[in-house]
């Protein structure tokens, strides 16, 4: 059974990319942060 | 057994069903699991408040690591047989009743069940967690499996990226108080088991016989490596490629937390009598970079390996990293920035390590039981657990009672790093495919339902 063609799941794909996406983004976004303070200043 | 909405027959996929939507519903477990790293943060306040030993505040941690290894060895076969959502359920279930029970245990001043529910009951949870999501990945994307495992995977190690700073700022809003640990706790399990539902709702299993379109399942297009054949769990214990592999990834994960492990103490000591010494604060953002390298080294060079094939990117990652190592041993104090950059980049391949290995037993094994296999695999993170920090801290204990100090107090165990590597580089050249003894006899064994395979 190939792969058919995908029913419009934009809204839903989009919806669960971000539930885990934003936290992700938010623990790079402090990690950076803490990088850049250490060693810039 | 499952029943009902966990069973594997009432989450096989509709027809239509995107398989870009099984990835973050793997990433809600492992974005949640991953926060066992970032145990520490609680590791003062619980010493503070209940009059603990650093020794007794880290045993949550330690007894959950082992859970997790055992719980993975042991529970892969009912993955399987059950199916990714009754493991993730069960997997958020025992998360986030560790949080519960912890809570209620330090609300009570009863130490013992902090260790008891975030050691245990959420230890089962890390691991049934970890490999839950494996071979759902590997099925809905067997023409690219390192990168669909690699996404999981960086999971694991992006969740202590969110966790470390989330949980230091509840603790700072709650106060580090015996309440005000419970509460946090409390909204951790909260919180978790909230985030992790929507994996649970959202896994799908492919329906039998599914396949991308446009793709065929040629015999690894020529490549013998990858085979169309399946391999039980049962019987891949007893093929000297399991063990290969299992030596392979317990000294590249020995290799890499020996680093990881001692980081700080170690960047600090190397560079202490140059004109330019590592400060506390600049060594914390050394061990930031270390664990970005480990998190990013997951997705890009398991992808990679789709590319590339599985035994070449570990060439790199033993060759590699070998040869790091010696840079290393061998430039010594002489230049803070080769030091850096090479540890970032064995720390890489630290984590492409851990990340590629479920597709190297797919290419091996085939898909009809990976997930119990690579459960059984995880065992050799275990014993690297013990070896790695083992290996440095004895060797750097003994060279400083000798009076040694510096860059010397760590030259011996970069070179037993090096020969650790050496040694996986040799056992990766001997992997050869698995002989067709121990192959299913249905031929292609993802087409016998895995709910009756033995």
Redesign the interface.
Known sequence: MNETEPARRTPLLILVWLWVGLPFLYGVVELVRKVAQLFGG | MALGFLDRSHSIAP???????IP??A??VH?AIGQVYAWSVFKPPLEETLGLSGTQSALPFQLGIVMLGLSAAFGGTLVERNGPRWAMFVSMTCFSSGFLISALGVAASQYWLVVLGYGVVGGVGLGIGYISPVSTLIKWFPDRPGMATGIAIM?FG?G???????SNQMLESFGSTTGGIATTFLVHGLVYAV?MS?GVL?VRVP????????WQPTAGNGNKMITTASVSARNAIRTPQFWLLWVILCFNVTAGIGILEKASPMITEFFRDTATPVGA??A??FV??L??TNMLGRFVWSSTSDLIGRRNIYRIYLGVGAGLYLVIALTGDTSKIVFVLAAMVILSFYGGGFATVPAYLKDLFGTYQVGAIHGRLLTAWSTAGILGPLIVNAIADSQEAAGKQGPALYTTSLYIMMALLIAGFVANELVRPVHPRFHEPAGDGSAVPEKEAR
């Open positions: 027809p239509n069903w995107s398989r870009w939507l973050p519903a990433l809600s974005l999971g992006g202590a990226l969110i966790a470390s700073p989330w985030f929507m959202l329906p039998e016989g599914w396949r991308p379109r446009g604060a600049a914390a953002g930031g970079l664990s970005l």
